[in-house]
């Protein structure tokens, strides 16, 4: 089966810096992305991995191990408007998307 | 604002009642995805359009769904006789394909959020 795994919480301090885990099984890989949902809103693109390595955005990052079945998502300089739940998904070989659960990010003061 | 509406916003109905929602995707967008998607879960995918064409849906919708993209640009999505167990979250998402997919972006619209009593 297709399954993607994501910590369902993560805790951090405003100004930090967080590392929020994803790791794949799928029939297939087209690639990878990360979206970010606000509470009640719809999911918003943030960033697309296709190859190994290091992708950077401001202060979002993302990376992609393909060999590993592994992604993660840097946040740096973290905000109080960051405090979202992060969604991982993978384009499997029929180029459909499979999603994780999201990773619900809580930022304190 | 990703460019992506949806109508109606917010949408509450009676257990066997019918149901129509409707998308308007990114103008140029020939791709359009309709989703389901319940509170901690990721989106659900339920069925998609290349233009006017539905290309896939999924193996767990029930025959009580029905969508239909007429002339390839906005799409709508029907729910027969609804189900208390259908209250949820409906998104749209558009994305532009080309030959090779290339990264196949999907917006999204903002969503219906569906309750059924």
């Known amino acids: 089966g297709q399954n993607i795994d994501q910590p369902t919480e993560m805790t951090a301090t405003e100004g930090a810096i967080v590392q929020i885990n994803c790791t794949y099984q799928?029939?297939?890989?087209?690639?990878l992305f990360w979206y970010q949902q606000h509470a009640g809103e719809a999911p918003t693109f943030l960033s697309y991995?296709?190859l190994d390595g290091l992708e950077e955005k401001g202060r979002f990052s993302s990376f992609l191990s393909r060999s590993k079945g592994y992604s993660y998502l840097l946040l740096k300089e973290l905000q109080m408007k960051d405090s979202a739940s992060y969604l991982c998904?993978?384009?499997?070989?029929?180029?459909?998307?499979?999603w994780g659960a999201g990773t619900k990010l809580i930022i304190k003061p | 604002d990703t460019g992506v509406s949806q109508d109606p916003r917010h949408k509450i109905t009676k257990r066997g009642q019918n149901v129509t929602f409707r998308c308007d995707p990114i103008?140029?967008?020939?791709?359009l995805y309709w989703y389901r998607q319940t509170l901690g879960q990721g989106p659900e995918f339920l069925t998609y359009?290349?233009?006017?064409?539905?290309?896939?849906k999924s193996r767990l919708l029930s025959d009580r769904f029905s969508a239909e993209r007429p002339k390839g640009s906005f799409s709508t999505l029907e729910i027969q006789r609804t189900e208390q167990g259908d209250s949820a979250m409906y998104l749209c998402?558009?994305?532009?394909?080309?030959?090779?997919?290339?990264?196949?972006?999907?917006?999204f619209g903002p969503g219906t959020r569906l309750t059924v009593l």
């Open positions: 998904a993978v384009r499997d070989s029929n180029y459909q998307l499979i």
């Open positions: 799928t029939s297939g890989f087209n690639g």
């Open positions: 359009f290349q233009n006017e064409a539905q290309l896939e």
């Open positions: 991995n296709v």
């Open positions: 998402a558009s994305s532009l394909t080309s030959s090779g997919h290339g990264t196949d972006t999907q917006y």
């Open positions: 103008s140029e967008h020939n791709r």
